[in-house]
Structure formats: C-alpha cells, structure tokens
C-alpha cells in the first residue's frame, strides 16, 4: 500500500503555513502520538497507538477504542473506507483524504484545525509541567548533546573498526557498540554468521548488495527463463526487497500478493510476448483453471481444466471402480474377498507430502502374480521385460523337457512321458530335436496366453509383431503422472482429514484415462483469498506458488568468493 502524506503545520517564528511531504511503502500505516508512528499527531491528547490504515480492498481508517490496536474485537473499532473528500477529526488536527495521484493508493492530508492552546486549561498546565522548560534546560541544547553522545558511541566507536581509524584499539573494548546498529535478530538460516555484519554488509553504509546473497545461494533459480528478460521485469527490486532480515528469526520472505499482483494481473502486458500463464489477481475472486501436466508420447503436455476433456494415457488398463468395490475383490490365495481403499496403493512418502512411486513389486503382486504353470511350479515371469518373459518361459519347458520327472512332465505337457535326458541310454540328435519341438509348441503357446489373452494384458497395453522367428511382444511404456501440478506446492500431509474421495472422484471411474485431479471449484469451498474469510483458511499466492525457479539460474556467469570470510570467524564480531 503506497500512500502520500501531506502534512501542514506553521512555523511558530513567523505564523508562515508550512507543508511537508512524506511517501510511505507500507502493509499498514500508525496513526498516533507514538514517535513511531508514520502519521505522527503530537500532541498529548491523543493516544500512543490511536487507529491503523490498512488494504482491505482499498486504503482503509480503523480507530480502536482507547488506542487499543491489539486484540481488540470487531465490534469494539469503527472502520471507514479513505475516498476522496472524506474528513476525519482526530484531537485537533484534521485528516483529509485527497485525490491519489498516479502509482500511489491515497493521499493523506494532515492539518491542525484547533489551535494547541484551545484546550482545557488545567490539561494544558499540567502538560507544560512535564516539559524541558519547567527544569530549565532549552530543547535545542539537550537535543544537541544528545545528538553529541549518539554521535559518538553509535557512529565513531564502531566506525573505527571499520575504517581503521587510531582509535580502533579503543572501539574494540566497547564491542557493544555495534549492537546500537543491529535493527533485530538475523533469521535462523543467517545465525549461523552471528555478528558477522560484514558476511552481508561488505560495503559500509549501502545497503545489502544482490552479489553478496549469492555468495552462499549462487545456485538460487530467477522467477522466469531469460526469454522473458527477468533484469528489465524486476528492474529496481533486490532480493532484501522481499527477504527482509533482522525482522525476527523467522522471517524470510515478504508474505503478500502485491508483488506477484503487481505483475500477473495483466500478465500479457508485462510479458511482452506469449506466454501460457492468464491473468490472476486473487485466489477466490480471480484465478484461471488450473494447469495440469499430462504426459504424452513425446513428452509432457500442459493441458489447462476446461478447455478440452482431459484425458490421461497411461498405457495401463486400470479401472478404480473395480478395485474400490465396496463388496470386495476376489483375492488368489484368501477365501473371502478383499476391501481395498487408497492407501492400498497410495502410500505416503518419508516428507508425507506426496506418494511413493507406484510399483509392481510392492502394490500389485500379492493379487496380480505372474506364474505361468502353477500346476508344477510357482515361478513366475519377470515383470518388466517382455523378452526376458519370453526368455524365461522358455527356458522352463525346454528343461521340463530334458530333466522333468514323469509327474511334472505329464502335468505340463498333458502326455505320457518324463524328461528325455532321464531315459536309458543316450539320447539321439532326433529324440532331442522331437523333445525341444515339444518344449518350443509349449512355449509359444504359453506366451501367447501371458501377452494377449490372461496375464499382461489385463493391466499393460500390448502390442504383436510377426517376424521371421516368430511374434514378438512389445509391453508399452507406462506413464504414470506424479506430478500433476508441478508448479504448485501442495502438501497431502496438511489435508489428511479429509477423505481421499471428497478431492479425487474415482469410486466410478471405469478406465485409466479418466483425470482425477479436483478442479479449482473444489479447492475454493475452503480456501479463500487473501483477505480473511470466515470459515475459509486464507490463501495468498505464496502458499501453493514459489518465486524462484531452479531451472533458470540468476546469473549463470556469477561465481562466488572464497568462503572464508563466512566461515572464519562465525559466531562473534
């Protein structure tokens, strides 16, 4: 919120009306006789902390009852919207609201309408009692001594240390002296530097240079590609202009949309060229669909909800509707049927934000196994690879066929017989050629069987070549989607009393291709935006979007110092 304050006095000396401009950059605005105040109303008759200006849609005047800013009830303050015109009396002075001009949200007016000596007189009195004048000392003196001292222990002391001035011997016993500049505690990421202002603040007197942050995070990414000039976008912005420090150990980064609105409101403009994103400027009132990322044959397509029927390919035949069944599944070794829900396979990952990755081995083999002659033996074909399927099965029957005892060799050849290689005698070249034809009829017809008719093709799609040697299979590749969002944060952990179902409607999906992803409508019902909403958890840009992306360096051709002068000495001035 930019406002522009105009605040007129006169000059005792001469009664001559002087005015004074002031621009404020602020979330909120004090109005009070507090010296902190930015709106500064000295005059003893009003309180510390009086009311607060803040964005609520629009420059907003809020006067708590007895200056009581904190945790006070909505009905205790009274709220009025800053349009132009409107005047607000406050003690003796007047404020007035005035046509903003262009890049500021308003324009502030303070003038005095009552003189200082029209109150009640024994206030007055009693007021001029507590001053400088009554023990006879001039403002401008003690002001000046003051400023003398302030001087001294606040600049010359510790500039000493830092410009090797003769006195620095002397400045290095008083230590504390640098603690008079230290505006608060660094965040939890910087205490590991402690009082080493000079990791940070290399230049005396200027403020934190964008170079001396990516000494320690040189490998921090930029909002955007270099196709869209990110130098000109954020021309005039540093990285301390959203990541404020020495404002409290926790705090790391601005947390408001004005930064974000600022640009992505009319993204179009901004970009100066096409880009895929749409205008936003607040998550209830004014955000597009949400882009999904689909993955193809030739890699990953962004698909916005709405503009087509999304249709996910995954080459897999799974229906939901079947494995969510409320009565149950047919299990292969368990009598009764088996009730599944999601986290049968969706199982959260050690961050407990998203999922594990689904596999075969662990989500689907105690149901789907992969034998192929459970008659003679529970070996199973490897998953995976259908050459090596293929491989393996026949591989088994040509050894069934030359060392199988008479039970498993009438069991899967269905005729008399036992392996050739347990008969008297030595085998000839025919009887083993006749015993491998067996084996190889037997295999053929078992892969057939696996691939196109029982086992593979239940859950992969499956494609057949005829060759010269025979048909061959191709499993095609799965494409499973683990990341729908990409550039979206969202943590499952935080949603875990919900039930799966009430975001992912899948209890009727019948095939693989159906997109359960919750549309923006449905996250809407208990987020709002950026304002407070009851029943509602606010939601500002920076709870599901970061700024910085990894793949689009900030200044590829920086490379840091030695970092000696973090490490060295860390902990101590």
């Known amino acids: 919120m930019r406002i522009l304050l105009l605040s007129q006095s006169r000059n005792r000396a001469n009664g001559r009306l002087v005015t004074t401009r002031k621009e404020v950059d602020s979330d909120w605005v004090r109005v009070g006789r507090n010296a902190s105040s930015e709106i500064h109303l000295a005059d003893p008759r009003i309180a510390l902390d009086h009311a607060l200006i803040v964005d609520r849609d629009g420059p907003t005047y809020l006067e708590m009852e007895a200056g009581a800013l904190a945790g006070a009830q909505r009905a205790n303050y009274k709220s009025e919207r800053l349009t132009p015109g409107k005047t607000i009396e406050i003690g003796p002075y007047r404020l007035v609201v005035d046509t903003a001009p262009e890049g500021f949200d308003c324009a502030l007016r303070v003038e005095m309408a009552l003189a200082s000596d029209s109150g009640a007189p024994e206030f007055l009195q009693r007021a001029r009692q507590l001053s400088l004048r009554s023990i006879g000392l001039r403002k401008r003196t003690v002001a000046m001594g003051l400023m003398v001292i302030i001087a001294i222990g606040a600049f010359f002391l510790p500039a000493a240390k830092v410009f090797d001035w003769p006195w ?49 995070h040189a490998n921090i990414g930029q909002h955007i590609g270099p196709d869209l000039k990110p130098a000109a976008l954020f021309d005039g912005q540093r990285c301390a202009s959203c990541h404020r420090d020495h404002k409290g150990t926790k705090a790391t980064h601005k947390d408001d949309d004005r930064l974000c609105v600022d640009c992505h409101r009319d993204i179009k403009t901004h ?49 939901h509707a079947t494995h969510l069944d409320p009565k149950g599944i047919k299990h292969p070794t368990k009598d009764k049927r088996v009730v599944l829900d999601c986290d ?64 498993s060799f009438q069991a899967a050849f269905a005729m008399p017989g036992e392996g050739l290689l347990r008969r008297p005698g030595q085998p000839s070249a025919e009887a083993r050629e006749a015993a491998l034809r067996v084996a190889r009829a037997k295999s053929d017809k078992v892969t057939r069987e696996l691939f196109e008719r029982r086992v593979c093709k239940e859950c992969h799609v499956v494609r057949r070549a005829d060759t010269e040697k025979g048909p061959e299979w191709e499993i095609a590749k799965v494409r499973i989607n683990h990341t729908w969002m990409p550039g979206a944060r969202f943590n499952h952990a935080s949603h875990a009393t919900e039930k799966c179902s009430s975001c992912h409607d899948v209890e009727k999906s019948k095939t693989s291709r159906d997109v359960a992803m919750p549309k923006i409508d449905r996250c809407q019902e208990c987020h709002g935006g950026s304002h407070p909403e009851m029943n509602k958890v606010t939601s500002n840009c920076l709870l599901c979007h970061g700024f910085h992306v990894d793949q689009h360096p900030w200044d590829p051709a920086f490379k840091p110092k030695t970092g000696k002068r973090f490490a060295a000495s860390a902990g101590g001035p």
């Not at 230290?182 to 603040?201: D, I, R, S, T």
Request: hydrophobic share 40%; proline share 7%.
């Open 168 to 216: 620095v011997e002397g400045a290095k016993l008083l230590s504390l002296t640098d603690r008079l500049w230290n505006p608060g505690p660094v965040m939890l990421a910087h205490q590991p530097v402690g009082m080493k202002c000079e990791a940070c603040h290399d230049v005396a007197f200027q403020q934190v240079r964008d170079a001396s942050c990516l000494e320690c």
């Open 271 to 319: 970009a100066k060229q096409e880009v895929a994103s749409q205008n936003v400027s607040d998550f209830a009132k004014d955000h597009p669909r949400f882009r999904l990322s689909l993955p193809r044959a030739q890699g990953v397509q962004r698909v916005r909800e709405g503009a087509s029927p999304l249709e996910e390919f995954a080459n897999l035949n799974f229906p």
């Open 344 to 407: 049968a396979c969706h199982r959260p990952d050690v961050s407990k934000r998203t999922f594990e990755p689904i596999s075969m081995a662990k989500h689907c083999s105690e149901c789907h196994n992969l034998a192929f002659e459970p008659a003679v033996t529970t070996r199973q074909v490897p998953h995976g690879s259908a050459a090596d399927a293929v491989a393996a099965v026949r591989e088994f029957y040509s050894d069934l066929a030359l060392t199988g005892t008479r039970d």
